[in-house]
């Protein structure tokens, strides 16, 4: 069974740039498709990019495309989610979710399996 845990978190100013990290521990890591997700106060937790087990297919939604970058190293066992050009809109928990054994760039919660503890982020204007 993996387990997911993220780093990275912080405070930042709008415009800046944060990193996030998802280590996972356990074996077949790199069977796992793994996506990132953020939850906003008052808000249902939405989707923000995923990554195929193969780490050759991306997908994000519409808000952070060009703006932030989904990449995974396998031997590291380590999804990384770089974001670039934040806005206050961006402040939210970010979690890093997997799902075992399916091709391609899940982008439902239903799809995972498997889910971090959550790292804050927040965007001063």
């Known amino acids: 069974q993996v387990q997911l845990v993220e780093s990275g978190g912080g405070l930042v100013q709008a415009g800046g740039s944060l990193g996030l990290s998802c280590a996972a521990s356990?074996?077949?890591?790199?069977?796992?498709?793994m996506g990132w997700f953020r939850q906003a106060p008052g808000k249902e937790r939405e989707f923000v990019a995923a990554i195929s087990w193969s780490d050759v297919s991306t997908y994000y939604q519409d808000s952070v495309k060009g703006r932030f970058t989904i990449s995974r190293d396998n031997a590291k066992n380590t999804v990384y989610l770089r974001m670039n050009s934040l806005k206050p809109d961006d402040t939210a928990v970010y979690y890093c979710?997997?799902?075992?054994?399916?091709?391609?760039?899940?982008?439902?919660?239903?799809?995972?399996?498997?889910w971090g503890q959550g790292t804050q982020v927040t965007v001063s204007s």
């Open positions: 356990g074996r077949a890591f790199r069977s796992y498709a």
């Open positions: 979710a997997a799902r075992f054994g399916v091709r391609g760039t899940p982008t439902q919660e239903y799809e995972y399996d498997l």
